[in-house]
């Protein structure tokens, strides 16, 4: 540490302390804070920690093979299916959530009792549980609409239920964009749209981009809403009409029999490592449209 530094954060800290003595009660909740933070993290490493201990030494070449049978229980077909349904379900909900959180961000009067209606059946949306999402997509993709068990059917169901979080995520980033951008855009000459697409919307991209993480967190981790919408056949997908096993799903299943615990872990080994790798990407390419 830079010794021109430390007097000042000495000094910072003697202030802390002074504070705290003075109001226990602020005391008291900074231990609460620091309790709540340290119990977090080491949750979460735990939980880390285990799937990684219990799931690398059941990792082998049998579980990567082309075809699924019940001797080498396979996870490929799987790894196919998660990747297929996470952009199609992306490509659904993406585009639809970002455009209609521009129209409340930049186009909607303020005021507005269908901007608040919005708003307000969005967060609602969130917080119903997925397995009323998969009864929904069942009724209406698969047999209202004779889609049957597809990837398609389990797409739009996870479109639906990853809709609300691009929209109140995209909206909360196109608001935190200073409006200064938006006046010095406009003093320039340009017109709304490309005012949008040019500037505010690269200036919100790591907000968007948030969102988008937090879609494919659930999209790739859902098994209830898959199980009635998309089915649990564990083969490469001839097909958007194909029915179709993610990890998740596989996950599940191989748990559920009681016959392969081990390749269960190894299965949420791969999950994990999918998850860490989609999120790296995703803030690789947020910094770069940052910094360009």
């Known amino acids: 540490m830079d010794e021109a530094l430390q007097p000042i954060n000495v000094q910072t800290g003697k202030q802390r302390l002074k504070s705290y003595s ?3 009660f602020s005391l008291i909740l900074a231990v609460l804070v620091g309790v709540s933070a340290l119990i977090t993290v080491l949750t979460l490493v735990f939980i880390v920690g285990y799937i990684l201990i219990k799931g690398i030494p059941n990792l082998n070449l049998d579980l990567f093979q082309l075809e699924y049978n019940s001797e080498n229980v396979s996870m490929f077909p799987s790894i196919i299916n998660t990747i297929c349904m996470t ?3 992306l490509v659904i909900a993406g585009p639809l959530g970002i455009l209609a959180a ?3 961000v930049e186009y909607a009067k303020k005021g507005n009792k269908l901007v608040s209606i919005v708003r307000i059946t ?3 949306l969130t917080g119903i549980p997925s397995i009323v ?3 929904f997509g069942m009724l209406f993709f698969v047999t209202t609409l004779h889609w049957g068990f597809s990837m398609l059917a389990g797409a739009f169901t996870l479109a639906i239920m990853v809709l609300p979080v691009i929209m109140r995520t995209t909206e909360e980033a196109l608001m935190s964009v200073p409006d200064m951008y938006r006046e010095a855009s406009f003093g320039l ?5 490309r005012t949008i697409f040019v500037v505010i919307l690269p200036s919100a991209v790591p907000g968007i981009l948030s969102g988008v993480i937090l879609s494919v967190g659930r999209i790739v981790g859902e098994t209830a809403a898959l199980m009635y919408t998309a089915g649990t056949v564990a083969e490469l997908p001839k097909s958007i009409m194909s029915s179709t096993r993610t990890l998740s799903v596989h996950m599940y299943t191989l748990a559920s029999e009681g016959l392969y615990i081990d390749q269960a872990y190894a299965t949420a080994v791969v999950l994990l490592f999918i998850v860490l790798l989609i999120n790296w990407i995703s803030g690789r390419i947020a910094r770069k449209i940052k910094k360009g």
């Open 133 to 135: 999402y998969g009864l």
């Open 102 to 104: 521009v129209y409340l």
């Open 189 to 193: 000459g340009a017109g709304k749209l």
């Open 22 to 24: 003075g109001n226990p």
């Open 122 to 124: 969005a967060e609602t």
């Open 87 to 89: 952009v199609l379900s």
